[in-house]
């Protein structure tokens, strides 16, 4: 299969040329990322997003950071820390799943949520929203979950 696509070919050099990325070509694929436009979360991230990846392929899928070197219709190509390359299917969005990198505050919302959905599993309230609430203001407060 031959693909379309812009080669670097020196230190702000770029061509367009036909290979075939699945061969030994060694191509690489200018990253749409580094004229400025900031992938936004929607769609599929451009070549050159440093992104997170959830991979449902693997034996326990994880998010893991990655860079994206070759985004397609139907496969993409990217690098992370648990492998060099790895070329996946993004034609079905149960496979894989990009985010963008989560700022410090969304890791700390989610570090809260997580806690406090937790937290509600061990009371037994009739009212949903009240047992989430208590469950809040316990976390507010500084309340943790201490293991002996």
Not at 47 to 52: D, H, Q, R, S, W
Not at 90 to 116: C, G, H
Request: glycine fraction near 6%.
């Amino acid at each position: 299969m031959y693909l379309h696509h812009i080669c670097h070919v020196g230190k702000d050099e770029w061509k367009e040329t036909h290979a075939d990325p699945f061969g030994q070509h060694g191509f690489v694929y200018r990253p749409d990322c580094a004229q400025g436009a900031a992938w936004s979360g929607e769609g599929l991230p451009p070549a050159g997003t440093v992104c997170e990846v959830l991979n449902n392929t693997l034996d326990r899928p994880e998010w893991e950071r990655c860079t994206i070197l070759f985004m397609g219709k139907f496969k993409a190509i990217y690098e992370s820390e648990s492998c060099h390359e790895r070329v996946v299917d993004v034609s079905e969005s149960w496979i894989i799943s990009f985010r963008p990198i989560r700022t410090p505050e969304q890791i700390a919302a989610e570090e809260r949520r997580e806690a406090i959905l937790e937290m509600k599993g061990f009371l037994s309230f009739s009212d949903y929203r009240e047992a989430e609430r208590h469950c809040a203001d316990l976390y507010d407060a500084g309340y943790r979950k201490v293991t002996p």
